[in-house]
């Protein structure tokens, strides 16, 4: 456990940490709930007949399966995003300007994703509608491992900071969305499965490397 003489002597423009977490738990928490705002119902004609109705009815929801997927991984990302994020601030004991200069950097890449999730919903079966979703994974990533950079190079956690293991999960993400984004160029219609890798890698990682 480090002792508050081996970090940076605190500085009267410093964030406090309090208002960090606040701002980027206000920001995950909006962005995951606009999430569901895609998963909109198509209007279905009236006076079709029970049977006419349930058959559209059942038709409409058959068609949103994509989006409910696109969903329901944009969801998950988003939410071992905000855990990802969320470790990394347990260790950090200090948050000069240039940190919270790069958390709102952070998090604008992450308000972006209803839009690229709206977009990938809607278009995800050609190369237009995938690579904004992928590049946009890409910047979440890029931005978290310029925090994770910044706190290291600036001693700005503990000596006992896992960041090593958060490093390698972030370029991880990186690479998973990159492969996304050249699948979209090639195959659209499957690019978008590539980040079940993810869920496939990221606990091998967990038991083949040591933590910091």
Same mark, same amino acid.
């Given at each position: 456990? $480090?002792? /508050? /003489?081996?970090? $940076?002597?605190?500085?009267?423009?410093?964030?406090?940490?309090? +208002? *960090?977490?606040?701002?980027?738990?206000?920001?995950?928490?909006?962005?995951?709930?606009?999430?569901?705002?895609?998963?909109?119902?198509? /209007?279905?004609?009236?006076?079709?007949? /029970?049977?006419?109705?349930?058959?559209?009815?059942?038709?409409? %929801?058959?068609?949103?399966?994509?989006? %409910? =997927?696109?969903?329901?991984?944009?969801?998950?990302?988003?939410?071992?995003?905000?855990?990802?994020?969320?470790?990394?601030?347990?260790? #950090?004991?200090?948050?000069?300007?240039?940190?919270?200069?790069?958390?709102? %950097?952070?998090?604008?890449?992450? !308000?972006?994703?209803?839009?690229?999730?709206?977009?990938?919903? @809607?278009?995800?079966?050609?190369? =237009?509608?995938?690579?904004?979703?992928? *590049?946009?994974?890409?910047?979440?990533?890029? @931005?978290?491992?310029?925090?994770? !950079?910044? #706190?290291?190079?600036?001693?700005?956690?503990?000596?006992? =900071?896992?960041? +090593?293991?958060? =490093?390698? +999960?972030?370029?991880?993400?990186?690479?998973?969305?990159?492969?996304?984004?050249?699948? @979209?160029?090639?195959?659209?219609?499957?690019?978008?499965?590539?980040?079940? *890798? &993810?869920?496939?890698?990221?606990?091998?990682?967990? +038991?083949? &490397?040591?933590?910091?």
């Amino acid at each position: 456990m $480090p002792t /508050e /003489e081996s970090l $940076p002597a605190a500085d009267a423009q410093d964030i406090p940490l309090s +208002r *960090l977490h606040g701002l980027s738990d206000g920001v995950f928490a909006i962005v995951m709930t606009l999430l569901v705002l895609q998963l909109n119902l198509p /209007e279905v004609a009236r006076g079709l007949g /029970e049977v006419a109705e349930r058959a559209a009815v059942n038709q409409a %929801l058959i068609d949103l399966l994509g989006k %409910l =997927a696109i969903y329901v991984l944009t969801f998950l990302v988003t939410g071992l995003s905000w855990l990802s994020h969320s470790r990394l601030y347990t260790f #950090v004991r200090r948050s000069d300007q240039r940190l919270a200069f790069l958390n709102v %950097l952070y998090l604008m890449t992450v !308000s972006l994703l209803p839009f690229s999730a709206a977009v990938l919903g @809607a278009h995800g079966g050609v190369q =237009a509608g995938v690579w904004p979703y992928a *590049l946009n994974q890409m910047l979440i990533s890029a @931005a978290y491992v310029l925090m994770l !950079s910044y #706190v290291r190079v600036h001693a700005l956690v503990g000596t006992h =900071a896992p960041i +090593r293991m958060l =490093a390698i +999960r972030a370029w991880l993400n990186l690479a998973v969305f990159a492969v996304m984004g050249l699948l @979209a160029f090639v195959q659209p219609s499957i690019a978008w499965f590539a980040p079940v *890798l &993810l869920g496939v890698v990221q606990p091998l990682l967990s +038991r083949l &490397l040591p933590h910091d």
